[in-house]
């Protein structure tokens, strides 16, 4: 019998039905994949199960017991255990703290901790890998180990059903099969495990079955090789490729510095976040800087706009950045459009538009609103939501909109793709390879994902540990610095 | 190690607490029969904002009740001070519940805002119905706890250690692991199996009770019960700084706070209007440049790195 049996599931935010009669079945010692791109519904179906969200209609039955609609806390003692995303760890507990909450029981009288406990603790810690950081605090330790942590809080609850949320995320390659293969104990000890994420290929050598959904829907369910081979699955997903497009010339381009970065460095406490790094950008020119999570883009681009103390020079036509304030390098003309998005969740879309206008004359700013329309259609249809109910896609297209509201000389954006399924992503590219072609407006990319950053990039800096490594023409990345990166 | 370094600070200061009557006179020892109550509100408010991560902005509300309690049945029906205690202390706890249990379900800064309208309510009743209450000027109260300052303070003093005691104790057993991860990430303590409202009520009752508590023995320590006292906006405000100067989640930190804040507004009487002034700006300072407070350091960092 089915340990986890969800049937009919269906949940609407107002008008927007996010997951439409939503039906499948995990049996003991089985791994699903739950799989979408952005928006698609997936973590909508993973909060109802949890019962974060409640359902609007339809059943949840963990072990034969419906559970739809009950309170989080009540589901999780009926055998459910989640392991977030991301996580926020209590700053003054450590490792084995952390563990030792999971273990205990929703009792208001605990008030000395038995020594069996601690015992469990340091025994899960040890299976999942940090029994030699266990008495630290989650600050001191990199993300790796935090995901470590999250997976332990749940092996502490010893659930019949584990959700697990994009589980590989931000890991490296050796990262993953340690994952993998803890997530893989779970199947043998008999426990039903639902993986969360957007793409097959990721989750394919883990999973027994695979579950699609796209806008809500099903779409697809089968074995991963069945799905990936589904025409359905394939439109949805893969769509069209990215391909690299012809750059149109411009004269002078490239030529006229704009932007200069000298012998760059910046340290976090003990930690080199940025080590000797020289970059420049001509007006016009589209840069990439490809490098992995860590590498230090982000401090690169957070030192151009003013927001962390650096060593060495940065430069903007030729005048000194030193000793000017973000907001003054901002009205300068160098836009960021942060990672994290920064947008004004309770605001509409529209809203957030406008306040990236504020400068703006009236007429002009609405002309500028009447182009990022055409940029991006989708953001003229959602005018008037809410921008924390767009999906993931739609919220990046919205942060880059607003930053290009501000008519910004230098556009920094921030890893654009972060999250994103590739359906996604072939929209953004269009987008920017449409700003690229019709604007003459100078852009620094920073990207993880080399397929996306390459094709729109007149030239490349590759960024790893701390240090750029490599300068070139795209054209050539593949065969000098591409080893081991594409 | 966090334990044990808590202790090690805590224990000294209580023990020349203790001697203290034999060497100081009857005015500082006033002082710091007043400090010690301070220093229970702040550590309840603290068990509150700290661990539950609720700001409550009206402790006087919880304080008020249970003085109001306790003053009015000992006014009107001479009941014995114990008596009063226990009920009023019951009533800060009902009152409390009456409170938290609908605005616990707001999220965001509402839960302060219920808290803030109730202790103007509070106030607005005790004034309106000057008649039983005794309004601005006060309720004279037939019974005082006692008349000899020593045996006053050791009274404060003692009360003040047993309920450091039992929420500092509180604050680090498994209860209080679960309350600070309730606080801190609603969501995941659910999903981990807690019901974070049962937890956050029980904070809220335990809190309630004893600030509750110490309003009742505060009033029958002077023998009056006055708005301005146990009640005023003000003196939860100086409830709420003594907590954070002293240092969130510390427990410990919140008592010091309190102390500090009572002593400091007293040595600087001479300069009339202006003590509020300078104590105001010296609060403002460390929760501007110290927001761990005075025992953030001493308490949080270092040892388990």
Redesign the interface.
């Known amino acids: 019998m089915a340990l986890l049996k969800v049937a009919g599931l269906t949940k609407r935010f107002g008008g927007l039905v996010a997951v439409k009669e939503i039906g499948f079945s995990i049996a003991p010692g089985e791994i699903l994949g739950l799989i979408g791109p952005n928006g698609s519904g997936k973590s909508t179906v993973m909060k109802c199960i949890?019962?974060?969200e409640r359902p609007n209609a339809g059943s949840v039955e963990i072990d034969g017991i419906d559970v739809a609609g009950w309170?989080?806390?009540k589901i999780?003692?009926q055998g459910v255990?989640?392991v977030?995303q991301h996580?926020?760890p209590?700053q003054?507990?450590?490792v084995l703290?952390h563990i030792?909450?999971?273990l205990?029981p929703?009792?208001?009288?605990?008030?000395?901790?038995d020594h069996a406990v601690m015992r469990r603790a340091e025994e899960i810690a040890a299976r999942v890998g940090l029994d030699r950081v266990m008495?630290?605090?989650p600050r001191?330790l990199p993300f790796a180990h935090l995901r470590r942590l999250e997976l332990a809080?749940a092996i502490a609850?010893n659930p019949k059903v584990v959700l697990v949320d994009e589980p590989f995320a931000g890991l490296t390659a050796g990262e993953v099969a340690d994952f993998s293969n803890l997530i893989g104990s779970f199947r043998a000890e008999g426990h039903a495990v639902l993986l969360v994420d957007h793409n097959v290929k990721g989750v394919a050598a883990l999973v027994d079955r695979v579950f699609a959904m796209y806008l809500g829907e099903r779409v697809a369910e089968g074995t991963a090789d069945e799905v990936m081979r589904n025409e359905t699955v394939r439109a949805v997903y893969l769509g069209g490729k990215i391909e690299t497009a012809a750059r149109p010339e411009r004269k002078g381009k490239g030529r006229t510095p704009l932007l200069e970065v000298r012998n760059a460095g910046v340290l976090y406490g003990k930690a080199t976040a940025l080590d000797d790094v020289s970059i420049h950008v001509g007006e016009g020119e589209f840069v990439s800087v490809v490098g992995l999570n860590g590498a230090g883009k982000t401090t690169l681009f957070n030192a151009i706009s003013g927001l962390v103390p650096y060593s060495g020079a940065i430069s903007w036509r030729g005048e000194s950045l030193a000793g000017r304030t973000a907001g003054s390098i901002a009205r300068g003309g160098i836009v960021q459009c942060p990672e994290s998005r920064e947008l004004f969740g309770d605001m509409t879309v529209r809203e957030n538009l406008d306040l990236g206008g504020q400068h703006l004359e009236v007429a002009e700013a609405a002309k500028q609103l009447d182009w990022l329309f055409g940029l991006f259609p989708i953001l003229q249809s959602r005018q008037g939501q809410n921008a924390r109910t767009l999906s993931g896609g739609e919220q990046q297209m919205l942060a880059i909109a607003r930053a290009l509201m501000m008519k910004p000389k230098l556009l920094i954006l921030d890893e654009p793709t972060l999250g994103l399924a590739p359906v996604i992503l072939e929209q953004l590219s269009k987008a920017l390879e449409t700003l690229r072609q019709t604007t003459d407006i100078t852009v620094l990319l920073g990207e993880q994902n080399v397929t996306f950053a390459l094709p729109h990039a007149d030239r490349v800096y590759v960024l790893e540990h701390s240090r750029i490594v490599w300068e070139g023409d795209p054209g050539r990345f593949a065969e000098e610095a591409g080893t081991g990166y594409l | 190690m966090?334990q044990s370094r808590s202790l090690r600070f805590a224990l000294p200061v209580l023990l020349a607490m203790a001697l203290l009557p034999l060497g100081v006179g009857g005015y500082i020892l006033g002082l710091l029969t007043i400090g010690c109550y301070y220093a229970v509100f702040a550590m309840s408010w603290d068990l509150l904002f700290g661990f539950a991560g609720e700001v409550n902005f009206g402790p006087t509300f919880l304080i008020g009740v249970g003085a109001y309690t306790a003053a009015l049945l000992n006014h009107y029906w001479l009941w014995p001070i114990p008596a009063c205690l226990a009920v009023g202390s019951l009533a800060a706890v009902i009152g409390g519940l009456v409170l938290a249990v609908p605005a616990l379900r707001l999220t965001g800064p509402y839960f302060g805002l219920v808290t803030l309208v109730a202790v103007l309510m509070l106030q607005n009743l005790l004034v309106l119905f000057a008649g039983i209450t005794g309004g601005e000027i006060g309720l004279d109260l037939p019974d005082v706890l006692s008349i000899d300052e020593t045996t006053n303070y050791y009274y404060a003093f003692g009360f003040m250690t047993v309920t450091g005691a039992i929420l500092f104790?509180?604050s680090r057993?498994?209860?209080g692991?679960?309350l600070?991860?309730s606080g801190?990430?609603a969501?995941?303590?659910?999903?981990?199996?807690?019901?974070?409202t049962?937890?956050k009520i029980?904070a809220f009752c335990i809190s309630a009770f004893f600030s509750g508590l110490a309003g009742g023995m505060l009033v029958f320590y002077f023998s009056t019960a006055s708005v301005g006292t146990v009640v005023d906006i003000a003196v939860g405000v100086n409830v709420i700084i003594a907590a954070v100067l002293g240092g969130r989640?510390t427990i410990i930190g919140a008592a010091v706070g309190a102390i500090f804040l009572v002593a400091a507004g007293e040595l600087l009487r001479p300069i009339g209007q202006l003590a509020t002034f300078v104590v105001s700006a010296f609060a403002l300072v460390v929760i501007l440049f110290f927001p761990g407070g005075f025992l953030g350091r001493l308490l949080?960092d270092g040892g388990?790195?």
């Open positions: 949890m019962g974060i309170p989080t806390h999780a003692r255990g989640i977030f996580s926020r209590l003054r507990q450590t703290e030792k909450l999971a205990l929703d009792n208001l009288l605990m008030l000395f901790t008495h630290r605090l001191t809080k609850r | 966090l104790g509180l057993s498994p209860v692991l679960i600070q991860a801190q990430d969501v995941e303590a659910a999903a981990l199996g807690f019901n974070v049962k937890h029980a989640r949080q388990r790195e």
